[in-house]
């Protein structure tokens, strides 16, 4: 951090717009290692960016969930998976079938299985 501008670092930290702007234009390896000096900042003076210009720690705005849209789509989804798994029982059932019948008749025949 002492290599870097302090003032700059802790704007950063804070989520400032225009210093956010300036960091774009550096190269990678220096954005990095800003990146590790604003969360070492962050986290020793106990810092949350007040806007979302370079904000890890916002939460994303909730939106309205429709609670019996939320109970059909479930309902739909359980519906189908317990279709696909009678129609895997039913295919591994007549599989089963198969090798019993292709079993026997080698046996009848007097053929090794």
Same mark, same amino acid.
């Given at each position: 951090?002492?290599?870097?501008?302090?003032?700059?670092?802790?704007?950063?930290a804070?989520?400032?717009?225009? %210093?956010?702007?300036?960091? *774009?234009?550096?190269p990678?390896?220096?954005?990095? %290692?800003?990146?590790t000096?604003?969360d070492?900042?962050?986290?020793?003076?106990?810092?949350?960016p007040?806007?979302?210009?370079?904000?890890? +720690?916002?939460?994303?705005?909730?939106? +309205?969930?429709?609670?019996?849209? @939320?109970?059909?789509?479930?309902a739909e989804?359980?519906?189908?998976? *317990?279709?696909?798994?009678?129609?895997q029982?039913?295919?591994?059932?007549e599989?089963?079938?198969k090798? @019993?019948? +292709?079993? @026997?008749?080698? %046996?009848?025949?007097?053929?090794? +299985?």
């Amino acid at each position: 951090m002492s290599e870097f501008n302090p003032e700059f670092i802790k704007a950063l930290a804070h989520g400032d717009t225009e %210093a956010h702007e300036q960091l *774009k234009s550096l190269p990678l390896t220096v954005r990095m %290692a800003l990146g590790t000096a604003i969360d070492q900042l962050r986290r020793d003076e106990n810092i949350i960016p007040m806007n979302g210009g370079m904000s890890i +720690y916002e939460q994303k705005k909730s939106s +309205y969930v429709d609670d019996d849209e @939320v109970g059909k789509a479930l309902a739909e989804r359980i519906q189908r998976e *317990k279709d696909a798994k009678e129609l895997q029982e039913r295919i591994r059932g007549e599989q089963m079938e198969k090798e @019993v019948r +292709y079993k @026997v008749s080698r %046996a009848r025949a007097g053929l090794p +299985y």
